[in-house]
Every structure is written in C-alpha cells, then in structure tokens.
C-alpha cells in the first residue's frame, strides 16, 4: 500500500519561504511521479508542480513557475515543494500524489492539458495534506 506524508506547512507572513516534504512508502516501482496539489477552501482543487523520478523532469503551474521549486531525494523516498515569495493566495491545503502510470509520461501530459479531470486521474495515492497559511 503506498503511503504519502505531507509535513512543513504552517503560518508565513506574504514573501516568506515555506518547505513542504512528502515522503513516499510503499511504492513498488521506481518510475513514477510525485505531484503537489492545493486546495483553498471554496475553490477547486488544482495542479501546482509535478516531479518524474525517472529523469527529474517538472511540471509547474503558471501559478506558481519562478517561486515554488519542486525536488526529490530518491534514498530518503521524499519529494520537497521549496516556497519563496509566497502570497496570501497561496493559502491552501497542499497534498502530495504518486502517479499510476509512468513519470515521465504524467510529467508531459501535465505540460500539454489543462482539464483537472483528466490530471487528477493520473494519481491514484494521496496524502492528507499540510496546511500553509500565507498572512498579508
């Protein structure tokens, strides 16, 4: 059974940093993908970046590119979500997800369709997420 446990989130104040980790069990492949997910409340739950263990490429949502860096490191099985600059906007729940299919594969799909359905269901492995609370 694969397990995913989000830790770091907290309260920052708006242009702070936060570092978010997941740490992945149970995964019995070694190509697959790690992605971080948000969810404000009221709102959908979207994409923000995604990690192929493979090849290390990334995904990451305009939303986020050129303030979150995502990073894996493969002996500890954990992926981290470096936040600077966050804004009150970024208050969300994070969650981590292991993907069903192939790293590199969901990577690529992240970067050519927009419909949430359709990446949402490339992950079958959720975490319980980690709250980040961005104060103006």
């Known amino acids: 059974e694969v397990q995913l446990v989000e830790s770091g989130g907290g309260l920052v104040q708006a242009g702070g940093s936060l570092r978010l980790s997941c740490a992945a069990s149970g995964l019995n492949t070694e190509n697959y993908a790690i992605g971080w997910f948000r969810q404000a409340p009221g709102k959908e739950r979207e994409g923000g970046t995604c990690i192929s263990s493979s090849d290390r490429s990334t995904y990451y949502a305009d939303s986020v590119k050129g303030r979150f860096t995502i990073s894996s490191d493969a002996a500890k099985n954990t992926v981290y979500l470096q936040m600077n600059s966050l804004k009150p906007e970024d208050s969300a729940i994070y969650y981590c997800?292991?993907?069903?299919?192939?790293?590199?594969?969901?990577?690529?799909?992240?970067?050519?369709?927009?419909?949430?359905?359709?990446?949402?269901?490339?992950?079958?492995?959720w975490g319980q997420g980690t709250q980040v609370t961005v104060s103006s």
């Open positions: 997800a292991a993907s069903k299919f192939d790293g590199r594969m969901v990577v690529t799909e992240m970067h050519t369709t927009s419909a949430r359905s359709l990446i949402f269901s490339l992950f079958g492995s």
